[in-house]
């Protein structure tokens, strides 16, 4: 039995593709204070499209169904698990051709993941303080 063309062959495919049908969804703008008004209908209408909550005009938010944010997080995540697999291959076709490397200390690979979780946390951006409820 053979796969239509317009049939995705993988369950990674497939939420792709959901994700990417939602992305292309038009945007509703709509302000946090009618937001908060009608909040069922919001959600409702977060179900259908992409919905921007702004402040004064000014895009401060959004809301998208639950399914779409798990939709979304699963293929980034394959997305990094598939760019980390592509340069640790890539770092062993280097260490494989390297002549004669010394084998690295433990210090050294300390150093070197330090480094790497420097970098990443500058290209990160910075993420929303945390609310805290008071008891």
């Known amino acids: ?3 239509s063309p317009t049939q995705p062959t993988d369950s990674y495919t497939t ?6 049908e ?3 969804r038009p945007q509703q703008f709509v302000a946090v204070t009618e937001a908060q008004a009608a909040f069922g209908r919001t959600l409702d209408m977060a179900h259908q499209t992409s919905v921007v909550l702004t402040t004064n005009g000014e895009p401060t938010g959004a809301l998208v169904s639950f ?3 798990e939709a979304m997080r699963s293929a980034l995540q394959h997305l990094l698990v598939e760019a980390m ?3 640790f291959t890539q ?3 280097q260490v494989a051709s390297a002549p004669h490397a010394e084998p690295t200390s433990e210090a050294e690979l ?3 993941v330090d480094e790497v979780v420097r970098r990443a946390r500058r290209q990160s951006p910075p993420m929303a303080p945390r609310r805290t409820e008071c008891p």
């Open 67 to 69: 399914a779409t944010l």
């Open 1 to 3: 039995m053979s796969q």
């Open 91 to 93: 770092v062993q076709a």
């Open 85 to 87: 697999e592509t340069s």
């Open 22 to 24: 939602y992305l292309s």
């Open 15 to 20: 939420t792709l593709l959901r994700v990417a």
């Open 110 to 112: 300390e150093a070197l």
